[in-house]
């Protein structure tokens, strides 16, 4: 789980936030906090399907379930289903 | 003149009536004697604006509790359906088909089921609730719960768009407002009574006889210049701003006072840098709502950018639907939702082309943002979409700049609140900025004043705080006294503006 949870740290880091520099963890609020908007959202939410290999429910996510990386992950143990 | 005092006495009655409840839910002891106590202020209140609205609000409160519990008992996308589908076809009903109904019909008591104030934002609620009940959320309230949420007196007229999961701890809890929430209350009611009665009235109806934003657009149908064009939409900007804003520091005043908590809905939107950061800054309980209810389920429906961008434009087509099913709205929506794309697209390219050819920094392009938010408001206000297109072809016929036809006190209105409000906006980050600054020299031995006496910058920081924490209270006066010396100076001097009603109770 911490490699998955270190992937997608740098992900957001290089591909989403385009700012390596910056101090993230896994407990880092992302949305609250106002570094990330809904469209990088929508990005991260596709990386984490990749990550998980598992589809997540149209309608069952908030961005409140994905504020914090840890957060992300146990929403898509709760709801992700796995891909065919 | 008996008939309209009948009706103020029986107004004045119902109103004190609320007052008494609140009062009695404030003193009570047990949860359900202050829910019941704080339902029954809530209905009294509505049912000022109409009986008839208030059978509305139950009848919408009764079917929505069925809905969720349906939805509780066996969580399905259908069930789900059942209750999008029900909610819009009870608003697009009562907002639109009862008013069609009675004038057809000619049944007059019919007409006061029409257009009941606030049904936009309860609706909105109402779904908002069979979603997070349709997302498993841990929501149990009881039929009382859910009415008063559905009633609320703060949000039941414009918003805040609260959720469930927010007001029913609340409402479980015993309320206990400490003198700091009546202090902070009372300071935002004052606050917004002044951006309301103030600053958006005289703006909308202008000075005097002078003519506001009103009359401006009255006139654009014969023709403006293209700086009378931009003072239009800047002012109307301001109008709404504070004319909404305002009543948003009002009601969440007031529910602060009586120790409730409610979610902001503005937070400076027109120093917003980019088209996105103002909608995380403009309305913001609408904006999430469609971001969470809309947007994000919508997206997650297809992969690919383009399917994004096209979530991304519906969802702003919806936020104008909302405010009116009208063209202008639709076209304001879709502006935005063009917008807030090529703002994406523009993102996207600099970062797969590195090119770095157009900086405007934040202050440009805060200054263009700005710019292409007020040339919405002109389809916003605009009646028809033709007379919006004409005064947006003003602006782009710059030798139309010299006409100037509207009366002086209005630029000289509009541009004393612009000024007013990016001083009031800004001040309080100036000064955070200087104490940051100044207390960094109490730490950083290479820090340029660090070799300043300390107690100089003790008693700066001190002085520094008090003023940033009640900058409404300097300021405000100030800009009141720039106003109202500049009003008398360019109009008659017993001329006060006319009162109008708060814009978003019109939604």
Redesign the interface.
């Known amino acids: 789980m911490s490699d998955q949870f270190e992937q997608m740290i740098q992900y957001i880091k290089r591909d989403v936030m385009?700012r390596p520099d910056v101090q993230l963890d896994e407990a880092t609020p992302l949305v609250s906090s106002?570094l990330i908007?809904?469209?990088a959202?929508?990005d991260i939410?596709?990386k984490l399907e990749d990550v998980t290999r598992t589809r997540?429910?149209?309608?069952?996510?908030?961005?409140k379930d994905m504020d914090t990386v840890q957060l992300m992950f146990a929403t898509a143990a709760k709801l992700g289903k796995p891909r065919k | 003149m008996t008939h309209a005092l009948f009706a103020l006495t029986s107004e004045l009655t119902w109103y004190a009536g609320g007052v008494v409840f609140v009062a009695a839910a404030l003193v009570a002891r047990r949860t359900t004697h202050r829910q019941i106590a704080l339902l029954l202020a809530c209905w009294l209140f509505y049912a000022t604006w109409g009986v008839g609205f208030l059978a509305v609000l139950v009848f919408s409160s009764i079917v929505n509790y069925f809905l969720g519990t349906a939805l509780r008992r066996r969580v399905t996308?259908a069930r789900?359906w059942i209750g999008i589908a029900t909610n819009i076809a009870l608003l697009v009903l009562f907002k639109y088909g009862v008013k069609s109904l009675a004038d057809d019909a000619g049944i007059g008591a019919m007409a006061r089921l029409a257009r009941p104030i606030g049904i936009s934002f309860w609706t909105l609620q109402a779904l908002s609730y069979l979603?997070d009940t349709?997302?498993e959320e841990d929501l149990d309230p009881s039929f009382l719960e859910f009415c008063l949420y559905m009633a609320f007196a703060p949000t039941v007229l414009a918003g805040p768009i609260s959720r469930l999961s927010s007001l029913l701890p609340q409402f479980r809890q015993p309320l206990r407002p400490t003198t700091a929430d009546v202090s902070e209350g009372a300071r935002r009611v004052l606050l917004g009574l002044f951006m309301k009665l103030v600053v958006a009235d005289v703006l909308a109806t202008g000075w005097g006889r002078a003519g506001g934003v009103n009359a401006g657009f009255e006139r654009a149908s014969a023709g403006l210049g293209g700086l009378d064009v931009w003072f239009l939409a800047v002012g109307f900007g301001f109008q709404l701003f504070c004319d909404f804003a305002g009543y948003s520091h009002i009601v969440i005043g007031a529910a602060r006072a009586i120790g409730f908590r409610l979610e902001e809905n503005f937070d400076r939107p027109y120093l917003s840098p980019t088209p996105?950061a103002f909608w995380?800054r403009w309305h913001i309980s609408l904006s999430e709502w469609i971001?969470?209810y809309v947007?994000?389920?919508?997206?997650?429906?297809r992969?690919g950018r383009w399917w994004?961008y096209t979530s991304?434009l519906s969802s702003m087509v919806v936020v104008g639907l909302w405010h009116e099913a009208g063209p202008t709205f639709v076209v304001w929506g879709a502006y935005h939702g063009v917008l807030l794309v090529l703002h994406?697209v523009g993102q996207q390219v600099n970062?797969s082309t590195s090119y770095r050819g157009l900086r405007l920094g934040n202050a440009g392009s805060g200054v263009m943002t700005f710019a292409l938010v007020s040339v919405g408001w002109l389809f916003f206000r605009s009646p028809t979409v033709s007379q919006a297109v004409s005064m947006c072809r003003s602006l782009m016929t710059f030798r139309s700049y010299g006409e100037l036809s509207l009366p002086f006190s209005f630029y000289a209105v509009t541009l004393t609140v612009a000024a007013g409000w990016v001083m009031a906006s800004i001040s309080g980050r100036c000064l955070e900025l200087v104490r940051t600054y100044w207390q960094a020299a109490e730490t950083d031995p290479v820090h340029p004043v660090a070799l300043a006496p300390t107690p100089v910058y003790v008693t700066a920081i001190d002085a520094l705080d008090y003023f940033a924490a009640r900058r409404w209270w300097w300021l405000a006066p100030i800009l009141i006294v720039i106003g109202v010396v500049g009003g008398f100076a360019l109009t008659d001097l017993g001329a006060t503006p006319a009162r109008t009603p708060f814009m978003y109770t019109l939604f």
């Open positions: 385009r106002g908007d809904s469209l959202l929508v939410l596709m997540l429910p149209a309608g069952k996510i908030q961005p | 996308p789900l979603f349709y997302r996105a995380t971001r969470d947007f994000m389920p919508m997206t997650m429906l992969r994004v991304l994406r970062r």
